[in-house]
Antibody, heavy 120, light 111 residues
Framework: QVQLVESGGGLVKPGGSLRLSCAAS????????MTWIRQAPGKGLEWVSY????????YHADSVKGRFTISRDNAKNSLYLQMNSLRAEDTAVYYC?????????????WGQGTMVTVSS | QSALTQPASVSGSPGQSITVSCTGT?????????VSWYQQHPGKAPKLMIY???NRPSGVSNRFSGSKSGNTASLTISGLQAEDEAHYYC???????????FGGGTKLTVL
């Protein structure tokens, strides 16, 4: 079935790094734009990073620009988020989400999320 | 503070209709028909309910509908059911550097 499965979350100290992964299955990964969206505990959704279907174009929220890098490997049906210089305010559940190339800003596939906790 | 403004909470009785508003600017909601709505139950991932302002994905009940007027988008749920109780988030493309913005979310309580 159509599925996204995130991994790589955990507890990290301020200033540390983590690499999140998102494994896709059940659909044509290369036909989807991919996005990371996060949700701090008890808070709303926050868009983090976007990457085009080919991987040639990416965007990041101002809050993570220069610290986070999104990438993908279509041969491995995988999406990644390299997170450096982590701060307490980066603590959140991180979801990977896919939007088909045929429609914009419509995340119709979501993973279950992976928790990232930044604390000393 | 979220870029899109939603009421913190709405409520309704089973069978009634409710509307959730989502107010932005001409740089996002008002300027593009790329508004989507998501339903999120506690501890679960969000689910796409409406895209392109008023389109429903396959499998979403026709009790859910979307519309837009000026800088404000709306989600209407008719014939409220207990399972509709959840948080609802609006989302829009934006011409600002952030590319995508979400609303702060609205908690729907079915009385």
């Amino acid at each position: 079935q159509v599925q996204l499965v995130e991994s790589g979350g955990g507890l990290v100290k301020p200033g540390g790094s983590l690499r999140l992964s998102c494994a896709a299955s059940g659909f044509t990964f290369s036909d989807y734009y991919m996005t990371w969206i996060r949700q701090a505990p008890g808070k709303g959704l926050e868009w983090v990073s976007y990457i085009s279907a080919s991987g040639a174009t990416s965007y990041h929220a101002d809050s993570v620009k220069g610290r986070f890098t999104i990438s993908r490997d279509n041969a491995k049906n995988s999406l990644y988020l390299q997170m450096n210089s982590l701060r307490a305010e980066d603590t959140a559940v991180y979801y990977c989400a896919g939007e088909p190339k045929s429609i914009a800003v419509a995340f119709d596939i979501w993973g279950q999320g992976t928790m990232v906790t930044v604390s000393s | 503070q979220s870029a899109l403004t939603q009421p913190a909470s709405v409520s309704g009785s089973p069978g009634q209709s409710i509307t959730v508003s989502c107010t932005g600017t001409s740089s996002d909601v008002g300027g593009y028909n790329y508004v989507s709505w998501y339903q999120q139950h506690p501890g679960k991932a969000p689910k796409l309910m409406i895209y392109d302002v008023s389109n429903r994905p396959s499998g979403v009940s026709n009790r859910f509908s979307g519309s837009k007027s000026g800088n404000t988008a709306s989600l209407t749920i008719s014939g409220l059911q207990a399972e509709d109780e959840a948080h609802y988030y609006c989302c829009s493309y934006t011409s600002n550097s952030t590319l995508v913005v979400f609303g702060g979310g609205t908690k729907l309580t079915v009385l």
